[in-house]
């Protein structure tokens, strides 16, 4: 459906997303990320990872430890950016944000990329390498370069060779979600033609152990939406899109961020408001600014993380504003939960199931919780598709919606 005129939706034309490309434990690239959709295939493994010694499963990107940063680049060089530049190399995305510098100038090209934990990894190897004298840390480390939370940022910045604006956006969990609405107002305030939104988060043992110690991390690979899902399961990735803003949409031409919604409901630290008043907001949100209605929506992929708390919350903010009937389906069964970076992951797989018209099925999981009213699918299907939301929530109630869909004319 095209969306309809409401006082938001006047100023807010939809985006064009010309270019995208991730990296998950899945597998690098669109290519092994739709062969995982099509399959249901969990990237989720009992693997080691540093010196963990936790009884969990985790999602880990395969090579990074062989992959290297340009020399030029060298300062920024951690297991966070060496996400972030896997991802770059892939699907011609690197190439794709060429061409659009040469049609609108690096300056006009900004970069909005998310993440929660950066290289904290970096700096606890770091703080095991201090001086047994005088405690000093090694000579090498350079937290400007790495932990630093603008790092991820200024390093795509770099790489990419734009000059655009760039900043940073750490919101916990709805990090790399944010990055599209940060975009969309700097379109908006004629600042920048396109941007390069993304996120990127790996694994360190801050988040391992600060997750365990939550009660929150799951023994075995998480199960969203399940009657008997304890926890989550951490994933590491690295996503990235290119947006453009374009006159004219025409039938066919691919997807395009039709709205993005926030609210912040504050209800806690760590736990979702009972009710999941803050994601009903940031759904209302997104459909106001696409000028849809909750009709209008085929498919939700839900921010699902597999604790009681939040799968929940979310499930009474879902049914609460868009009914009982729209399929839903959580990704975090393959991915893990990316954190900073699920946004953006959980993004493309938005875009991939309208683009490909299939319905994501959710993995480990067995058997739907009955308390739950959701329309949720544990079988990936073939499925007609124009419009996608997908949810991101952090702690502290931060919260982001985004609506994607296929145009059926012109805008």
């Known amino acids: 459906m095209i969306p309809h005129e409401t006082e938001a939706a006047r100023f807010l034309k939809p985006i064009r997303l010309s270019a995208y490309t991730l990296a998950t434990c899945l597998g690098a690239g669109l290519e092994a990320t739709r062969e995982a959709l099509r399959t249901g295939a969990s990237g989720l493994r009992s693997a080691p990872f540093d010196t963990l010694d936790l009884e969990t499963y985790t999602g880990q990107i395969e090579g990074l430890e062989q992959v290297c940063l340009p020399t030029a680049l060298a300062a920024y060089d951690c297991r966070n950016n060496r996400a972030a530049e896997r991802a770059l190399r892939l699907d011609g995305f690197e190439q794709a944000v060429a061409a659009a510098s040469a049609r609108h100038g690096p300056a006009r090209i900004g970069v909005f990329i998310g993440t929660s934990t950066a290289g904290i990894l970096q700096t606890e190897q770091a703080y095991r390498r201090r001086d047994p004298a005088d405690g000093s840390l090694p000579p090498g480390f350079d937290y400007r ?8 940022a200024t390093f795509v910045r770099a790489r990419l060779r ?4 760039c900043s940073a956006v750490s919101t916990a969990c709805s990090s790399s979600a944010k990055v599209f609405a940060s975009a969309q107002r700097f379109m908006r305030a004629g600042l920048i033609d396109a941007a390069v939104v993304g996120g990127v988060d790996t694994l360190c043992l801050t988040t391992l152990y600060g997750f365990n110690s939550l009660q929150l991390l799951s023994r075995e690979p998480c199960r969203p939406y399940d009657a008997r899902r304890d926890g989550i399961s951490i994933g590491e990735g690295a996503a990235f899109i290119l947006l ?3 006159d004219d949409a025409v039938e066919g031409e691919g997807v395009w961020l039709l709205g993005a919604g ?3 409901d504050a209800h806690h630290m760590s736990a979702p408001h009972p009710e999941g008043l803050g994601a009903r907001l940031a759904m209302s949100a997104a459909l106001e600014a696409a000028g849809l209605g909750p009709g209008d929506v085929d498919y939700v992929n839900l921010h699902g993380t597999g604790t009681p708390s939040n799968d929940a919350a979310e499930d009474k903010a879902v049914v609460g504003l868009l009914g009982s009937a729209i399929p839903c389906s959580s990704t975090k069964g393959m991915t893990g939960h990316t954190l900073g970076a699920a946004g953006a992951v959980e993004a493309i797989l938005t875009v991939l199931a309208l683009a490909d018209g299939r319905i994501p099925g959710s993995a480990g999981t067995r058997e739907v919780d009955p308390a739950l009213g959701a329309c949720y699918q ?11 939301m997908s949810n991101s929530f952090g702690f ?9 869909g296929r ?3 012109a805008a």
Do not use: D, H, I
């Open 378 to 388: 544990k079988e990936g299907r073939p499925a007609a598709l124009a419009v996608g």
């Open 407 to 409: 145009l059926p004319r």
């Open 145 to 152: 370069g790495t932990q630093n939370t603008f790092s991820v």
């Open 262 to 264: 926030e609210s912040c």
């Open 244 to 246: 453009e803003r374009a």
């Open 162 to 165: 734009l000059e655009g604006p």
């Open 396 to 404: 502290g109630g931060s919260n982001c919606s985004l609506v994607f």
